[in-house]
């Protein structure tokens, strides 16, 4: 969870260098020779064999002097039968040398040559994976050859959020660090150091939390001291809070100042992001159908916001008419805050826009859930207009569309705002017989692709602040049989899932970077074989079969691009690649491409060919979302 310690062996390169990756997943006395060719022109100045054993074998390998030709010995002092294999990453499927080491030979000896292109990729780090397998036993070593220009951290290592300056990336608490305390259902939150540790390790830069508040004997607001701990903690680790707390539908206008002045005031210092709300068409006693405080709800109205004879809400004016009364009090309160608000389903937000919300609020907050689908999609739009009584989105149930709708009416209807995103997220729980329920239950590899495809597709637009994951811990105990259990980036004993891994390579990636305007990106060729594509998801949704491409530049770094490019496929694991051909207008003169699975941290060469003045790159592509990273190689 940690960033790898690697070996202290320092490698003087001009062109390619070996050095070993020395971590816990790794044989302990493996270690790794490196020199390379004249041709290479490498400059090593420390030089070690490596030499391992299992199943009665002696593997031992040294590079050749002065050629990128490793020699390797197999001594056998027992009678097992063995592959030795060595496998170089590539683009689709890696490129593999197999040797057959038979239990009745006594010696072997092999030579083996990378197979990289010209002099090799001087920004690539190429991962050898050298594999000893018998019929009982299998040892691999890691052999990282690193390029001279490379860096871990430049192809997503883990960073720490201390060295990230900016990002949209966030996760929730929610009220679980304060219910930690009270043990079940919620001990699994009380340690927030460790889990704050995590977060701050995986390069999560913001936490979306509760703020915590009391009443006293004579009925004025004090915080919590345990809340103002924990987000203290936070702000140490250089992670920014989002305080979210709700609005009472039995309080009187008086009674709702006092409460937002006390709050705005007693977590200055710690909090400059305010949300008014959380879901109010579910929580809180807004709505009589839905009971979350002990008592009926209170007006009358629908979850989409819709009356029954079209017209808005009762609910939905008596919570606009709060929010506003709660944001204009936090502003005389605290003038330099930013202030969030609606915080519901789209066609209620659209609703509350149209209403009026008062320009105290500077955002407007959604918690689009896919559900059912891929993160591209969400189940509200155009076809829905008759359901929701409004008009929003496109006829293709578009996340970005839905995203822009609302930005644009905001604007059409007094304010031009920011969105933020406070929740959003699959579940990887295990359906059972729950077939009709709203969340689908996804596999942990598939929860973690759509979570940074979803990340991806947040930061393609700058009107988006910040896109919070819910949630980092698995509620719950990880019940696997609970929808609501299992959103997390933990599982509840807080061993990682392949999601938190994703996430903790999305944010070291996009450090910095933004979308680059200068560039136009069009995905020219995505053909499918006839039984990949896919049509209707769920009801009147179609499957996405596109191709998904954008390119991002860092203002600090100029000579770097880098291209987010998946499948808008749902992941299935069911076929094994398809083809895309991608034209790039305006990074003429990039190039050194290196590609990083998102899912696995491989990273390989990835070809581009020049045509005029733009760049194609035709690719593989797998499931797993891909960072390519670009490199200038000529002066502009």
């Known amino acids: ?48 064999d490596f030499n391992f054993k299992a199943g009665g ?39 593999v040398k197999r040797f057959t080491l038979s239990g009745s030979e006594k010696d072997y000896n092999f030579t083996y040559s990378p197979p990289w292109t010209g002099k090799g990729n001087p920004y690539n780090r190429y991962v050898l994976k050298i594999r000893l397998k018998t019929k009982d036993k299998e040892l691999t070593q890691n052999i990282v050859l690193a390029g001279k220009d490379s860096d871990v951290t430049r192809l997503g290592a883990p960073l720490n959020t201390k060295y990230i300056k900016k990002s949209i990336v966030g996760t929730n608490e929610h009220i679980n660090f304060s219910h930690g305390r009270n043990r079940p259902p919620w001990g699994d939150w009380a340690d927030y150091k460790t889990l704050i540790d995590l977060m701050a390790d995986a390069g999560i830069k913001w936490i979306r939390g509760a703020v915590g508040y009391q009443k006293d004997k004579q009925g004025n607001y004090i915080i919590e001291p345990w809340t103002l701990e924990w987000m203290g903690y936070a702000k140490e680790k250089n992670i920014s809070l989002i305080g979210c707390f709700n609005l009472n539908p039995n309080h009187d206008p008086e009674e709702v100042r006092k409460k937002c002045r006390a709050i ?60 506003n ?77 839905i995203m822009n709708s609302m930005l644009d009416y905001s604007k059409e209807t007094g304010k031009e ?26 596999t942990e590899k598939a929860q973690a692709a759509y979570l940074v495809r979803r990340f991806m597709l947040c930061m393609t637009l700058p009107e988006i602040k910040v896109a919070c994951q819910y949630i980092f811990l698995d509620d719950y105990g990880s019940d696997p049989w609970s929808n609501g259990a299992n959103f997390g980036l933990l599982r509840a004993d807080y061993s990682p899932k392949p999601s938190y891994y994703a996430v903790q390579r999305l944010t070291s990636l996009f450090n910095g970077f933004e979308p680059d305007t200068r560039a136009t990106i069009t995905v ?113």
């Open 325 to 401: 009364i709660a944001a204009e009090e936090i502003r005389k309160a605290r003038p330099e805050v930013t202030i969030l608000g609606l915080g519901s389903s789209p066609p209620v937000n659209h609703r509350m826009l149209e209403l009026g919300i008062s320009k105290a609020v500077d955002g407007i907050v959604e918690h689009p859930y896919s559900y059912y689908m891929p993160p591209e999609k969400i189940p509200y739009g155009l076809p829905y207009a008759k359901r929701d009584g409004v008009r929003v989105g496109d006829e293709n149930f578009s996340f970005l569309a």
């Open 1 to 48: 969870m940690r960033t790898t310690k690697r070996s202290n062996v320092l490698l003087a390169a001009v062109g390619l260098a070996v050095l070993i990756c020395s971590s816990s997943c790794m044989a302990k006395e493996g270690i790794v020779k490196a020199v390379a060719s004249d041709a290479v022109k490498c400059d090593v100045t420390f030089l070690e």
């Open 524 to 636: 020219e060729k995505s053909p499918l074989h006839r039984s990949m594509k896919r049509t209707i998801i769920v009801d009147s949704i179609k499957a996405d079969n596109s191709v998904y491409a954008y390119g991002f530049c860092n203002p600090g770094v100029p000579n770097e691009r880098q291209l987010a490019v998946w499948s808008g496929l749902p992941v299935s694991g069911e076929f094994n690649s398809r083809f895309a051909s991608i034209r790039i207008k305006g990074w003429k003169g990039f190039g050194n491409l290196v590609a990083v699975d998102l899912m696995t941290g491989k990273t390989f060469d990835v070809p581009v060919k020049v045509d005029g003045d733009d760049l194609i790159i035709d690719l593989i592509l797998t499931d797993n979302p891909l960072v390519i990273k670009m490199f200038r190689t000529i002066s502009q």
């Open 57 to 95: 074998w002696s593997i031992s390998g040294k590079w050749q002097k002065d050629k990128p030709l490793l020699d390797i010995q197999c001594r056998n002092s027992g009678k097992a039968d063995a592959v030795l294999s060595l496998t170089f990453p590539a683009m689709g499927r890696d490129e």
């Open 417 to 442: 705002r920011t969105m933020w995103i406070t929740e959003f997220g699959p579940t990887s729980y295990w359906h059972g017989e729950k077939h009709h329920v709203l969340y689908a239950g996804y």
């Open 264 to 323: 705005a005031e007693g977590y200055k210092g710690l909090i400059n992001v305010f949300e008014i709300g959380n879901e109010p068409e579910n929580f809180t006693g807004w709505r009589k159908e839905r009971n979350y405080v002990g008592k009926p709800g209170k007006y009358d109205g629908s979850w989409n916001g819709k009356a029954k004879d079209g017209s808005t809400a009762e609910w939905v004016k008596e919570y606009v008419k709060m929010t």
